[in-house]
């Protein structure tokens, strides 16, 4: 089994990932987070008061100054912030993967029934014009029936699927940001794919409530510094009555008040400790969704990919031989139509079980 992505379905991923408009949001949002990591915790700006009056003109000047790591507590918030928006940049990357893959397989999947169905579909207009020769012989009149009812199914049956393929292009494209009816590729066969299991990488979720619960201790610790006085330096300036006076300024704050202090870190510890509890269901629930992901992909295993393809190549020999037996006056026309249906049958499960497969693959491939 190849492990490899076909080479169309990569260029479509690479697309995806260079044009994606979600994506591209996405990791603004964590540009635009880093950015903000430098500005945090600074000293607020200078305070300027001026009076004027008639006998007394003032001017002063004040500075507030942050208590001792105010700016290395802010800093860590808005680095935890960071972490979560790269988090939410990696998910929205492997999400975007995964559904350009299942797009993808979905197309690939209609594209060979509607192949298929066609040349099914000639098959069974070659039978019409044998089974038009026999009528006009004065027999097969049923036979004849049969297959234009034949017929006309599997066209509209096309149809409907051309119509649906149209559809599905449209919002495949969107995915890749480039007009609805660009033409998607495939290639003659499909190839197996298997996610990697071994990845040693955090997953993105269980970065995000990392993240949130170091934003949380951060915050806490923000909201205790607050609590502490703040202290001010100024100078003031003041000219009263034609003689002029400098003085040194100093204030600060008085924190007696500290019910909002007190309620802030109880409600930081309370949602610290639920964010913990969050974390905790994540990682049970990504390894519960691991182990299904595994038990599909078994579901959904060669064997039976095998089976199908077994019974298609059975199919094609039998379509020979009737064909053959026809020819040579030994068989029936309806022989040929019914080899010819399980033909049609066993080809679309085959490529039916081989995309399921690899559409598992690539759901499973975003839980590691």
């Not at 988090?87 to 594209?111: E, F, M, P, T």
């Not at 049956?157 to 494209?173: G, R, W, Y």
């Not at 969050?278 to 038990?295: F, G, I, P, S, V």
Request: proline share 3%.
């Amino acid at each position: 089994m190849s492990h490899s992505v076909d080479n169309h379905l990569q260029k479509y991923i690479d697309i995806a990932l260079q044009n994606n408009p979600a994506l591209q949001a996405a990791q603004k949002e964590y540009e635009a987070a880093g950015k903000r990591i430098d500005g945090v915790g600074t000293l607020e700006q200078p305070v300027l008061d001026i009076g004027v009056g008639p006998d007394i003109n003032s001017v002063s000047l004040m500075q507030m100054f942050n208590w001792p790591g105010t700016r290395s507590a802010s800093q860590s918030e808005a680095k935890a912030m960071a972490n979560m928006q790269a988090a939410k940049q990696r998910k929205a990357r492997d999400s975007l993967v995964a559904a350009v893959k299942i797009g993808w397989h979905d197309l690939y999947l209609l594209n060979s029934k509607i192949k298929y169905t066609k040349e099914s579909l000639d098959l069974t207009k070659q039978m019409e014009t044998l089974a038009k020769e026999e009528f006009t012989a004065g027999k097969g009149l049923a036979e004849l029936l049969t297959i234009q009812a034949e017929i006309l199914e599997m066209e509209v049956d096309i149809e409907v699927m051309q119509f649906e393929f149209s559809a599905l292009t449209a919002v495949f494209n969107a995915m890749l940001n480039r007009p609805q009816t660009t033409e998607v590729q495939f290639a003659d066969t499909i190839t197996l794919q298997t996610p990697d299991f071994g990845r040693n990488t955090e997953p993105p979720m269980i970065s995000m409530a990392n993240a949130e619960i170091e934003s949380l201790k951060a915050m806490k610790e923000m909201n205790k510094i607050m609590g502490y006085p703040m202290f001010g330096f100024g100078v003031q300036y003041e000219r009263q009555m034609g003689s002029d006076m400098v003085m040194a300024m100093a204030s600060v704050t008085l924190p007696i008040w500290r019910q909002k202090t007190n309620a802030a870190l109880l409600e930081n510890e309370l949602q610290i400790e639920a964010a913990q509890k969050m974390l905790l269901d994540a990682q049970n629930n990504l390894e519960a969704e691991r182990t299904m992901a595994k038990n599909d992909l078994r579901d959904c295993c060669d064997k039976r990919i095998t089976l199908y393809g077994k019974q298609r190549e059975l199919a094609e020999s039998m379509q020979k031989i009737a064909l053959q037996n026809f020819s040579a006056g030994t068989g029936t026309l309806s022989d040929v139509l019914q080899i010819n249906r399980k033909l049609l049958d066993y080809r679309i499960k085959e490529i039916e079980a081989k995309v399921e497969y690899n559409k598992t693959a690539a759901k499973a491939e975003a839980l590691f």
